[in-house]
């Protein structure tokens, strides 16, 4: 089988989306080795360089020219005699050649639908035409959650037998145990507090950080944050500064994987009270951590977080403090709850996510 893919997310994404196409590609190619996996792109970048040297992965440079990726990747994939073409990011080419080739798109989430405060006008319009298109095109269409499903069939109006569900696992880093040496190094370089709660995302409204900050002032609990700034990140700032809690929380940048994977292993407790997710992968990363969640009760976090994650109201930041604080008074049950959590999280590991898209692929061919 020849399966090619639309990579420029795998070539240009550091985060997200970008990961989600690496670790795609890197665990079929692995567990099914006898396929040969193309990789779409006008050009390649350092990122994914370990899996593009696998024998049974290859970069195809797409034409040149302004919109090539919607006018002429698909005939690329097409003369390169691919039986499949998956779209990673929600979208497909919009012209192909009478070739035959089945189409297969992956949908992460439709946040602008559900949250139009978020986005432009013109950035809304664009999304909803693009990823309407492609799922009316694509024969099948795979959606990361059963929160993303039932958005596929409120807003974009698809039948539910198009669509299937297929978790996303998250980096190898989070599963392998790193040296001591390591992670004395990356505790030393970031300066970790000895105790420290976390939050690990991109620092926008939707992620809801400032009703974690709410939640620890007039405490001592030290608060650990890893992501990119929007601006969003004054209005924390403005309430550090208000409320004097500039020593206690603990902004990062420039993290490795690898010290990524160290900080969350390192941390009492992970805080993710986001008010909308497609999945949240960060939650995942933390229970293949052994660290215990404190996430939000609705949209798909319940999905990720298991049975033994403890749940908020994400508007309420007194309920985020109580949780908080009962968690961090209590080794016995945060080990309890993290023990369960890394049971739980198993199943979004390679071996099944791999199975899973491989049954589907050989389904519609």
């Known amino acids: 089988m020849m399966i090619a893919y639309d990579a420029k997310r795998f070539f240009h ?22 396929n040969q996996y193309l990789l779409l792109n006008k050009n390649k970048s350092e990122r994914g360089n370990i899996i593009v040297e696998n024998s049974n992965v290859h970069f195809i440079a797409t034409s040149k020219g302004k919109f090539s990726r919607q006018l002429k990747m698909g005939k690329d994939a097409q003369k390169q005699n691919a039986d499949i073409f998956h779209g990673l990011s929600g979208e497909l080419p919009l012209k192909w050649d009478k070739t035959p080739i089945k189409k297969v798109v992956t949908i992460h989430d439709l946040i602008f639908m559900r949250y139009p405060q978020y986005y432009s006008f013109f950035d809304r319009k664009i999304h909803f035409w693009k990823f309407k298109k492609s799922a009316e095109m694509a024969d099948k269409i795979i959606a990361i959650s059963e929160q993303t499903k039932r958005d596929i069939i409120q807003y974009l109006k698809i039948p539910e037998d198009k669509i299937e569900v297929i978790y996303q696992g998250c980096h190898q880093a989070f599963k392998k145990n790193q040296s001591e040496e390591f992670i004395q190094k990356t505790k030393q370089k970031f300066k970790l507090p000895e105790r420290f709660i976390l939050n690990v995302g991109t620092i926008e409204e939707r992620k809801n950080l400032l009703n974690i900050v709410k939640a620890i002032d007039k405490s001592e609990i030290p608060l650990v944050v890893v992501g990119r700034k929007t601006k969003y990140f004054s209005k924390i700032e403005q309430y550090i500064k208000k409320n004097k809690l500039e020593k206690q929380i603990y902004f990062l940048e420039g993290v490795s994987m690898d010290e990524l ?105």
């Not at 994404?13 to 099914?32: A, Q």
């Open 261 to 365: 994977a160290v900080i969350y292993k390192s941390a009492d407790i992970f805080v993710y009270p986001s008010f909308f997710e497609g999945f949240g992968i960060p939650i995942i990363e933390a229970l293949f951590s052994k660290t215990v969640v404190i996430t939000s009760n609705i949209s798909c976090l319940p999905e990720a977080g298991g049975k033994d994650s403890v749940y908020i109201y994400p508007e309420n930041y007194l309920d985020i403090q109580a949780k908080i604080k009962f968690l961090w008074e209590n080794e016995s049950e945060r080990k309890r709850r993290a023990d369960k959590g890394f049971d739980f999280v198993q199943k979004f590991n390679d071996e099944p996510i791999a199975n899973e898209m491989m049954n589907l692929y050989q389904k519609i061919l």
């Open 13 to 34: 994404n550091t985060s997200g989306l970008g990961n989600y196409s690496r670790d795609l590609v890197r665990i079929l190619s692995e567990y099914f080795p006898e």
